[in-house]
């Protein structure tokens, strides 16, 4: 059981491209801590840095007490779960998650117990040990590539991507299990993914890469509701967040860019009149007024998801979009008005992103 | 093909049949001559139906020796022949295996340099370099022997080539896997690398021991004494005759014997080829 800190970590390669710039951060022990972000921003290269598995141009990785920059992969008392789990096709499942062990020199009593205990955990049956990877479905092996992992009680798990290649359905299943497990062994994990969804329910801690940088790390929650880049407020969320061009009227009024007023709130932003900003919106918190009042809308498209409705359309120039529960229907016609409540609205500087 | 033309399968059926016929009879041929006397060959009437001295023949060539320009025995010829070949099928495999696992896998200054030299030899098989090469082999006292025999053949850019290959579509993350899992280069080599490219070796492994059997003109050169000829140089000598008919029926019997183990690896590494190609591992 360790930590991981990760302190201003570097990563350029050989030609000169610059892939990860200064990320600092820290894992508590037992956390699960999930690097989001889009592909090229540098959080794969961030993980496999940790493992070992690509050399660290700058900066210190910590792993417990231990600075480990220059240890190798097998010294670092960590496991690896691949996306395309990696297991060695020629072995059965018991042999690929017995051969860190054997490795290691580890008693064959203990491994047989060692697996056993995995399995159980993962419910694989003695059968399924027998078997070679590849007479396994996608969903087993991704199990088997975690006994591998679980086995060897390492002081950190690393996981990266490990559910891109299963089916939707297969995913959220899995990504629940993964939690679960997390949960029980209270293992310090550190997960890399692409999908906003899967950080979102994973971590305990969310960190939002683009560009080689760290736009914010926290909570998933505490994202989601005050992000500090627009960045990170477009990346959080599904659908993603409205934005608007504007600039401050006057404190807790905006002119957006076709002239329509937009109230905020300011006691929560620190904008000067005149000040050229993005305002971000959610879809889930617009609602449509009935009574005539609010800002327009034109709508052009309702797309229905059965857990409620998408509703897309225009709004001050902009294309905009509108999340419904389940209940609530769009209205009929093109022409439509809606309320944003101030405190919905975010403010963000245009031209660097911040929040303000 | 799904549909079933009874008439349709004609044609091919007869150029397959034509194709085989050309291929078998020859062979055929020289097994009858096997089993003749010498008298039923030499005066040019010889049947197609096996005679009565099959055990006599083969006896005589494997354990007496034949009258001919070579008094060495045929299973001497053959113990040379296989010893060369495996010498060169296993060593051609070690060598090549070993160097693309270090081009493929390893970093080092030169690497590029290194693969360009071994693809180069590609450009010079031992009939193009034979003067220098028997110039070392013979001051370095390798003549008449396995060793001079095999090992001037053994270096071998195909086989790199091939395994270079293959390696590199082993995917990345068996090799960080099993960094992970606390394999040094040695052990990743040997428990997962060897396992996987088992197909390939078998493939390899039978060409390289046609190619080592098959070696006429390097044995040739190399070896003066008649007890470590090679049985493809045997058959040339057990038909050149002084002062006496050529014994036909032991030529063929010879030649009977020198086709017998190159088609028993062929049969047998047959099953784990096409196993091999049925279960597609990686």
Same mark, same amino acid.
């Given at each position: 059981?360790?930590?991981?800190?990760?302190?201003?970590?570097?990563?350029?390669?050989?030609?000169?491209?610059?892939?990860?710039?200064?990320?600092?951060?820290?894992?508590?022990?037992?956390?699960?801590?999930?690097?989001?972000?889009?592909?090229?921003?540098?959080?794969?290269?961030?993980?496999?840095?940790?493992?070992?598995?690509?050399?660290?141009?700058?900066?210190?990785?910590?792993?417990?007490?231990?600075?480990?920059?220059?240890?190798?992969?097998?010294?670092?008392?960590?496991?690896?779960?691949?996306?395309?789990?990696?297991?060695?096709?020629?072995?059965?499942?018991?042999?690929?998650?017995?051969?860190?062990?054997?490795?290691?020199?580890?008693?064959?009593?203990?491994?047989?117990?060692?697996?056993?205990?995995?399995?159980?955990?993962?419910?694989?049956?003695?059968?399924?040990?027998?078997?070679?990877?590849?007479?396994?479905?996608?969903?087993?092996?991704?199990?088997?590539?975690?006994?591998?992992?679980?086995?060897?009680?390492?002081?950190?798990?690393?996981?990266?991507?490990?559910?891109?290649?299963?089916?939707?359905?297969?995913?959220?299943?899995?990504?629940?299990?993964?939690?679960?497990?997390?949960?029980?062994?209270?293992?310090?994990?550190?997960?890399?993914?692409?999908?906003?969804?899967?950080?979102?329910?994973?971590?305990?801690?969310?960190?939002?890469?683009?560009?080689?940088?760290?736009?914010?790390?926290?909570?998933?929650?505490?994202?989601?509701?005050?992000?500090?880049?627009?960045?990170?407020?477009?990346?959080?969320?599904?659908?993603?967040?409205?934005?608007?061009?504007?600039?401050?009227?006057?404190?807790?009024?905006?002119?957006?860019?076709?002239?329509?007023?937009?109230?905020?709130?300011?006691?929560?932003?620190?904008?000067?009149?005149?000040?050229?900003?993005?305002?971000?919106?959610?879809?889930?918190?617009?609602?449509?007024?009935?009574?005539?009042?609010?800002?327009?809308?034109?709508?052009?498209?309702?797309?229905?998801?059965?857990?409620?409705?998408?509703?897309?359309?225009?709004?001050?120039?902009?294309?905009?979009?509108?999340?419904?529960?389940?209940?609530?229907?769009?209205?009929?016609?093109?022409?439509?008005?809606?309320?944003?409540?101030?405190?919905?609205?975010?403010?963000?500087?245009?031209?660097?992103?911040?929040?303000? | 093909?799904?549909?079933?033309?009874?008439?349709?399968? /004609? !044609? +091919?059926?007869?150029? &397959? $049949?034509?194709?085989?016929?050309? %291929?078998? =009879?020859?062979?055929?041929?020289?097994?009858?001559?096997?089993?003749?006397?010498?008298?039923?060959?030499?005066?040019?009437?010889?049947? /197609? !139906? +096996?005679?009565?001295? &099959? $055990?006599?023949?083969?006896?005589? %060539?494997? =354990?007496?020796?034949?009258?001919?320009?070579?008094?060495?025995?045929?299973?001497?010829?053959?113990?040379?022949?296989?010893?060369?070949? /495996?010498?060169?099928?296993?060593?051609? $495999?070690?060598?090549?295996?070993?160097?693309?696992?270090?081009?493929?896998?390893?970093?080092?200054?030169?690497?590029?340099?290194?693969?360009?030299?071994?693809?180069?030899?590609?450009?010079?098989?031992?009939?193009?370099?034979?003067?220098?090469?028997?110039?070392?082999?013979?001051?370095?006292?390798?003549?008449?022997?396995?060793?001079?025999?095999?090992?001037?053949?053994?270096?071998?850019?195909?086989?790199?080539?091939?395994?270079?290959?293959?390696?590199?579509?082993?995917?990345?993350?068996?090799?960080?896997?099993?960094?992970?899992?606390?394999?040094?280069?040695?052990?990743?080599?040997?428990?997962?690398?060897?396992?996987?490219?088992?197909?390939?070796?078998?493939?390899?492994?039978?060409?390289?021991?046609?190619?080592?059997?098959?070696?006429?003109?390097?044995?040739?050169?190399?070896?003066?004494?008649?007890?470590?000829?090679?049985?493809?140089?045997?058959?040339?000598?057990?038909?050149?005759?002084?002062?006496?008919?050529?014994?036909?029926?032991?030529?063929?019997?010879?030649?009977?014997?020198?086709?017998?183990?190159?088609?028993?690896?062929?049969?047998?590494?047959?099953?784990?080829?096409?196993?091999?190609?049925?279960?597609?591992?990686?």
């Amino acid at each position: 059981m360790a930590g991981v800190l990760l302190d201003r970590v570097e990563k350029t390669y050989p030609g000169g491209f610059n892939a990860v710039k200064g990320i600092s951060f820290a894992v508590p022990d037992g956390g699960f801590c999930v690097l989001v972000g889009p592909s090229g921003c540098g959080k794969s290269t961030l993980l496999r840095m940790i493992a070992g598995l690509e050399t660290i141009t700058g900066g210190q990785v910590r792993i417990g007490e231990r600075v480990v920059n220059d240890i190798e992969p097998m010294g670092r008392d960590i496991a690896m779960v691949f996306q395309n789990y990696a297991l060695y096709p020629h072995m059965s499942v018991y042999d690929n998650m017995a051969y860190g062990l054997r490795n290691l020199k580890t008693p064959e009593p203990e491994i047989l117990s060692r697996v056993q205990e995995a399995a159980k955990i993962l419910e694989l049956n003695d059968e399924m040990l027998k078997r070679k990877p590849r007479q396994l479905s996608g969903g087993q092996r991704q199990r088997v590539a975690m006994g591998r992992a679980i086995v060897r009680k390492p002081a950190v798990f690393l996981f990266d991507e490990p559910l891109s290649n299963l089916d939707a359905k297969l995913r959220v299943q899995m990504r629940i299990e993964i939690r679960k497990l997390q949960r029980r062994l209270k293992t310090t994990s550190i997960y890399v993914t692409h999908d906003q969804l899967e950080a979102m329910t994973l971590a305990d801690m969310l960190v939002v890469m683009n560009a080689g940088r760290v736009e914010q790390v926290g909570a998933p929650l505490e994202l989601y509701e005050r992000p500090a880049t627009a960045f990170v407020a477009g990346f959080l969320g599904s659908p993603p967040m409205n934005f608007l061009n504007g600039r401050v009227e006057k404190p807790g009024v905006l002119r957006l860019g076709d002239g329509t007023e937009l109230a905020y709130d300011p006691a929560h932003f620190t904008a000067t009149s005149g000040a050229e900003i993005q305002a971000g919106v959610r879809p889930e918190r617009i609602i449509f007024s009935k009574d005539g009042s609010g800002i327009p809308f034109k709508l052009e498209l309702v797309e229905e998801l059965g857990l409620g409705q998408l509703v897309h359309g225009v709004l001050a120039d902009a294309s905009f979009t509108v999340a419904l529960p389940a209940g609530v229907h769009a209205p009929v016609g093109d022409a439509q008005r809606v309320t944003i409540a101030p405190d919905a609205v975010h403010l963000f500087d245009r031209k660097t992103g911040a929040r303000l | 093909m799904v549909e079933n033309r009874r008439f349709g399968n /004609l !044609l +091919p059926h007869l150029v &397959l $049949i034509a194709g085989a016929i050309v %291929v078998a =009879f020859p062979v055929y041929v020289a097994i009858v001559a096997s089993t003749l006397d010498a008298e039923t060959i030499s005066n040019g009437h010889m049947s /197609l !139906l +096996p005679g009565s001295h &099959l $055990i006599e023949n083969y006896a005589r %060539v494997l =354990f007496e020796g034949t009258g001919s320009t070579t008094k060495a025995h045929v299973s001497d010829m053959l113990l040379n022949s296989l010893v060369s070949a /495996l010498i060169i099928a296993v060593g051609k $495999i070690a060598i090549s295996i070993l160097s693309a696992y270090a081009i493929v896998y390893f970093r080092f200054p030169l690497r590029g340099v290194a693969f360009w030299l071994i693809f180069l030899t590609l450009m010079f098989p031992v009939e193009v370099r034979i003067y220098p090469t028997y110039k070392i082999v013979s001051d370095l006292h390798m003549l008449d022997s396995y060793a001079g025999m095999s090992i001037p053949l053994i270096a071998s850019a195909t086989a790199t080539l091939l395994f270079r290959q293959f390696f590199m579509t082993v995917p990345d993350e068996l090799l960080e896997a099993a960094k992970i899992d606390a394999a040094g280069p040695y052990k990743f080599f040997r428990d997962v690398l060897l396992p996987l490219s088992r197909t390939n070796l078998a493939a390899l492994f039978v060409i390289l021991f046609l190619y080592g059997w098959n070696q006429y003109l390097w044995p040739l050169l190399i070896t003066t004494r008649d007890d470590m000829q090679t049985i493809v140089i045997g058959i040339k000598k057990i038909v050149d005759t002084q002062d006496a008919l050529t014994e036909w029926q032991l030529a063929m019997a010879t030649a009977v014997l020198a086709m017998l183990p190159p088609v028993a690896v062929v049969v047998f590494m047959q099953k784990l080829f096409v196993k091999g190609l049925v279960e597609t591992e990686k």
